[in-house]
């Protein structure tokens, strides 16, 4: 199965892609997009390109396992984007616990000896590569070091 992995952000919006036969996780590219419009244009473009069977949006839960405000603009553009997947057959949604996703973009980037530029233009895209190997873990039933494996849907169509 190949998976396409979003992590929505206010002004960039991270895409990573993996499958669940190797277990590959790439980054793909961050998107400039502020806006809700935006968001979704960048998401069904890439969609298109990339031919996933499932998308993994990352959902924002508070440090104590709760949903904030965030989630639910999350959710709404979740839903906003399964609207428009009847041109894409095949293809679910699923969310996955994005907590302490950006920190481990961060740690990734720590050490590259890349400039601040070149590490925003990576991080979003590495946080959502964050999200999709979490994602995989839970599959496979491994433990998360974050949450447990309850904070993740069940892989169904639940946008």
Known sequence: ???????LG???TGFASGDDVVGIVQP???AEAATR???LKASLRVIDEFGPNRIVIGLPFNMDGT???RAKLVREFAAELAAQLPRFPRVEIAFQDERLSSFAAEERLA???????E???LRDALAACAILEDYLRVLR????????ANDSDDGGDDA
């Open 111 to 117: 050490r590259t000896g890349r400039t601040h530029g």
């Open 1 to 7: 199965m190949r998976y396409l992995a979003i992590d």
């Open 119 to 121: 590490k925003k233009a």
């Open 67 to 69: 949903e904030g405000p």
């Open 28 to 30: 793909l590219l961050v």
């Open 141 to 148: 039933g491994e433990t998360r070091d974050v949450g447990d």
């Open 10 to 12: 206010d002004k960039r």
């Open 37 to 39: 419009a935006l968001q």
